[in-house]
Structures are given as structure tokens and as C-alpha cells.
């Protein structure tokens, strides 16, 4: 241990981060050599070459870049027959085997209050399915249908992998061919406070965050996934936020949508619902496809309005994109930028004190998922409706919380329901949830299937 200690201490003197040992000569053993551990680990040159490659959007610059409003295919200007035959096109590449889904599963539910990985989190929809559950049924849904497992990528972070993977064993993996549910890790970097200094989780612990969805290319490529979905012969990948109760996963219009716009990247949107809505904007920056995101969004290019009053900016990412296996290769070789979150972090004070603060103290390090959209000259953009596939889950209360969800999926429901017929008077009084095993995107609702709901 004396040798390390002393290679530790040259390392955080080159790099001004002494202070990570300040406790060390007060600790048990055991948490010297976890500390130690830590220390080494890190590569300092890299943080600071991150930290100095930092470019912040601000509204000169995005002017400068020539940023331009986006638009995109609507469901709604498609006649039946066109909407069938992409579908089918969809269809035909699920049944050939060349979709994968992969879903962002690093975060904890923290914005919720809630202390486990976001995924198994439950809404308090009447079967108490967690949003893992509702994804994973969807999967099996369209897997059925197309005689071909459609396999799940499931990134998490050294923070929740393993609760997550727990979560799956005791669910059975919810009834998916657990071979085809495969996990990797995203990054964790360590956050920094005002001045630079690494933060501290504890007296022997240094805080490592996650590094942001951006980092799900990198991984796939490390973990080896990436290999193998080439092998598998993917051709797209349906990325997800965990976070969407609604989430249509690999849904096969958007599928077909993507192959026929033959771009390596497609995107599904909806109209913003106001100016402030916490929604990324897609657009054009420098003539490529991108996204703002909502934090950095200047104030006049949020309010901005054409003629007839629509939003000029009114593209909202929903999270849900298909990338052409190509273009993840792309991604994964390229050093996405970072950025700089400034976060509300519990650590320890100079004097050993944990503190839990209530406004932002330190910074995190995260790469956005989006930020690889410029290495795309084109895009593919799918117009859909909100009431249909878009039920974030962020915050405990309010706007995109488990009620406003929890609501969003049983009107839906309810509405496919009316439509297969059932009576508006016995759903008056009820609430009924659709498995996503009996129907996907409101079809299979048969006669049968109502009378088996009482309806
Ligand atoms: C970095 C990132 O992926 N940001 C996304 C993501 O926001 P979060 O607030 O980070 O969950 O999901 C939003 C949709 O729910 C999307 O509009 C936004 O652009």
C-alpha cells in the first residue's frame, strides 16, 4: 500500500486534487486501500482535456452556426395505404431479425424521490407493472408477431447495474428469453465543485456520476455488444429513455419509416405544448441535424413564433430514435463532446461534514445522445401524437410526474377501447389497463378480448 500511496500522491499534486487524502491517515484499513483504489483509477489528464474541451451553447453562437428550424413527416398527412405499406416495411425487418432495442437505464430515480434505478420504478397503474415491465411486454408483443425475438440492450451505470439485473432475475426477466436481454455499463467520471476539486462522496469515497445516454456508443463498443450486433446482422437500434410510460419500443412504422427516409438516423417528435416545456428541440445546426436541449435553449429562440403563431422551434425530442448500425460505428469512434451539468450533489465539506445542498454545488461531466446526430448529414423525422406515445416520468409531482403518466395511459387505453366498440357507460365508472401482451398500439381488441374485460 506505501507504494501506491506514494504514486497517489504525485498523481494529485501534478493535478491539484491533494485534497482526496486529506482523511486518509484517519482511516481503517480497509477504506485506505478503497480510496487508493479510486484514486488511481482515474485519468486526471483526460478530466481536465474534458473539462477544457467544454463549449457552451449560448445564443451568439448558435446564430453563428446557422441554426434553422426542423420539420418532419407527419402520421397525419399519410393516407391509409401509405401508413400500411411502411409498416409492413417495419414488419419485414423485424421479421428478418434486423431490429434491436436499446434503452438508457443509468439514473436513479432521484428527481421522483425514489431510490432504485428509474426503470423498476411503478406508476400505480392498477397491475403495478414497473416501467421495465411495460417495455418489455411490448417487446414481446411485436417479437411474437414476428417470430423473431427482438433483443434488449439495457444500459445502466456502476450506480444501478447491479440492482438493475437483480430487478430482472427476481421478475423472471418478465418473461423475455433472457439470452436476448443484454447489459453493459455506461462511464462514471468524477464530478468537480466551483474550483475544480474533486468531489467527495465520503471520507474514503470520491462521487463518480454517470456520464450521460451520449455515452451508450462508446460502451456498446467496449462492452463488446456492438461486435455482436453486427454479427446478429442489426441493421437499426430503437433507443429509449427509460422514462416514458408510453414508449412504443421498435414500434414498425417508425421502423419502416426510417428505412424508407434512407437516412442513417430518424427521429420521432412532437409539437412543443408551450414555449417552456422541458423537451429538447430538434433542428438544424451548421446544416446538420441536432438537438438544443431544453436547459440551453436563449429565450428568444424558445418563444419565437411564425405568422399563423406556431412555434418556430416546436420540434420536441421525445427520446426515441432508430440509428443504423453504420452510424453507431460512426458515433462510437467519435469523441462526443461533453457537457457541464451544474447539479444539487450530497458530499462532505472541508471538515469531514456530509452536506446535502439545496441548490447546485458541483458539476457533472455527460455526453448527450444527441450530440452525435451531426455526424449525420440527414434525418428522418416522425411527427407523432403526444396522447398517443409520450408519458415522461421526472418528477415526483406536477408536469411529467407517475400521475400525469399513470393518467395518459389509461385515457389511451380508454380510447382504444371506444374504438374496438366497447360501451361508453361501462368504462364511465372504470379504469382498465391493456397489457401490452393482448395489444401493442390499440389493435388485437376483439370482441372477445372486450367480454373477457367485462365490456
Ligand atoms: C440529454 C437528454 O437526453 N435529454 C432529453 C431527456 O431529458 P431529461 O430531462 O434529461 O430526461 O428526455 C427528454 C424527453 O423526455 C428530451 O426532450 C431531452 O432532450
Known amino acids: 500500500m506505501e507504494g501506491q500511496l506514494e504514486q497517489a500522491k504525485a498523481i494529485l499534486s501534478q493535478y491539484g486534487q491533494e485534497h482526496l487524502l486529506r482523511y486518509y491517515d484517519t482511516l481503517p484499513d480497509e477504506s485506505k486501500r478503497k480510496l487508493l483504489k479510486q484514486v488511481l483509477q482515474i485519468d486526471y489528464a483526460r478530466l481536465n482535456a474534458i473539462r477544457g474541451a467544454i463549449k457552451p451553447v449560448t445564443e451568439e453562437g448558435l446564430a453563428g452556426e446557422h441554426m434553422a428550424p426542423m ?34 437505464a443509468g439514473g436513479q430515480g432521484s428527481r421522483l424521490g425514489y431510490d432504485g434505478p428509474k426503470g423498476t420504478y411503478d406508476i400505480g397503474l392498477p397491475s403495478g407493472k414497473s416501467l421495465f415491465q411495460l417495455q418489455a411486454e411490448r417487446l414481446l408483443n411485436l417479437s411474437g408477431r414476428a417470430g423473431r425475438t427482438i433483443p434488449w440492450y439495457i444500459m445502466t451505470s456502476p450506480e444501478n447495474h447491479e440492482e438493475t439485473v437483480r430487478f430482472f432475475e427476481a421478475s423472471r426477466y418478465f ?197 452525435a446526430f451531426p455526424l449525420a448529414d440527414r434525418i428522418t423525422v416522425l411527427k407523432v401524437n403526444r396522447e398517443e406515445e409520450f408519458a415522461p416520468v421526472k418528477n415526483k409531482e406536477g408536469a411529467d410526474s407517475p400521475a400525469t403518466a399513470r393518467e395518459l395511459t389509461l385515457a389511451l387505453h380508454r380510447k382504444w377501447l371506444l374504438r374496438a366498440g366497447a360501451a361508453e357507460e361501462l368504462l364511465a365508472s372504470r379504469s382498465v389497463e391493456i397489457s401490452p401482451l393482448v395489444s401493442y398500439a390499440g389493435e388485437g381488441l376483439t370482441p372477445q378480448v372486450l367480454r373477457s374485460l367485462g365490456l
Open 71 to 104: 420539420d418532419g413527416l407527419s402520421l397525419e398527412e399519410l393516407t391509409q395505404e401509405q401508413r400500411r405499406n411502411i409498416e409492413e416495411l417495419g414488419w419485414t425487418l423485424l421479421r428478418e431479425g434486423k431490429v434491436g432495442a436499446i434503452v438508457v
Open 175 to 371: 418473461g423475455f428469453p433472457r439470452e436476448h436481454c443484454r447489459f453493459f455499463q455506461q462511464e462514471a467520471l468524477p464530478a468537480l465543485d466551483e474550483e475544480g476539486k474533486i468531489v467527495m462522496a465520503a471520507q474514503d469515497e470520491i462521487i463518480l456520476a454517470p456520464s450521460g445516454n451520449g455515452d451508450c456508443f462508446a460502451a456498446l463498443k467496449r462492452s463488446g455488444l456492438l461486435a455482436e450486433m453486427k454479427l446478429r446482422g442489426l441493421r437499426w437500434l430503437f433507443y429509449y429513455n427509460v422514462d416514458n410510460a408510453l414508449v412504443r419500443v421498435a414500434d414498425p412504422l417508425f421502423v419502416g419509416a426510417a428505412e424508407r427516409g434512407g437516412h442513417p438516423l430518424a427521429a420521432k417528435a412532437v409539437e412543443k405544448s408551450h414555449p417552456g416545456e422541458k423537451v429538447g428541440i430538434l433542428c438544424w445546426r451548421g446544416g446538420h441535424p441536432a438537438v438544443v436541449e431544453y436547459t440551453v435553449i436563449p429565450e428568444r429562440v424558445m418563444n419565437e413564433r411564425d405568422r399563423s403563431g406556431k412555434l418556430v422551434y416546436g420540434m420536441g425530442n421525445v427520446s426515441m430514435q432508430l440509428f443504423r448500425i453504420d452510424f453507431i460505428e460512426k458515433a462510437a469512434d467519435a469523441e462526443l463532446p461533453f457537457d457541464m451539468a451544474h447539479k444539487a450533489i450530497p458530499c462532505i465539506g472541508g471538515d469531514g461534514e456530509r452536506i446535502v445542498p439545496d441548490r447546485p454545488n458541483a458539476y457533472k461531466f455527460e455526453r448527450f445522445i444527441f450530440d
